[in-house]
């Protein structure tokens, strides 16, 4: 069985800096899980955000990607020894407001997914609210 459980989410003020966790169960990181973060924002669809592959210890295929929208603010990590996923969020905007979630899919070493759909687990999600 798969878990995830985010934290970290709240209210802070444009400009400002937030880190999202995600804590995973012992199975996603200990078979070649890739996580990834999406966001929703009311009467919008989930869409991604940024995402990290399973490396199995190769730092060749340690990847990551980003939307566009947060390349550059936005930076990904996990820890695998703690079995939890961050999500680093920096020089925040009102327009990142959103329920954050936290998703697993098992897939190739090196591998990192966009699409909704191609995620098999998901988190109950935590708010980010980013005042103006």
């Known amino acids: 069985q798969v878990q995830l459980v985010e934290s970290g989410g709240g209210l802070v003020q444009a400009g400002g800096s937030q880190r999202l966790s995600c804590a995973a169960s012992?199975?996603?990181?200990?078979?070649?899980?890739?996580m990834g973060w999406f966001r929703q924002a009311p009467g919008k669809e989930r869409e991604f955000v940024a995402a990290i592959s399973w490396s199995g210890g190769r730092t060749e295929y340690a990847r990551t990607d980003y939307a566009d929208s947060v390349k550059g603010r936005f930076t990904i990590s996990r820890d695998n020894a703690k079995y939890m996923v961050f999500l680093q969020m920096n020089s925040l905007k009102p327009e990142d407001t959103a329920v954050y979630y936290c998703a697993a899919v098992r897939g190739a070493v090196g591998g990192v997914y966009r699409g909704v759909s191609q995620y098999e687990y998901w988190g109950q999600g935590t708010q980010v609210t980013v005042s103006s």
């Open positions: 012992l199975r996603t990181f200990t078979t070649n899980y890739a």
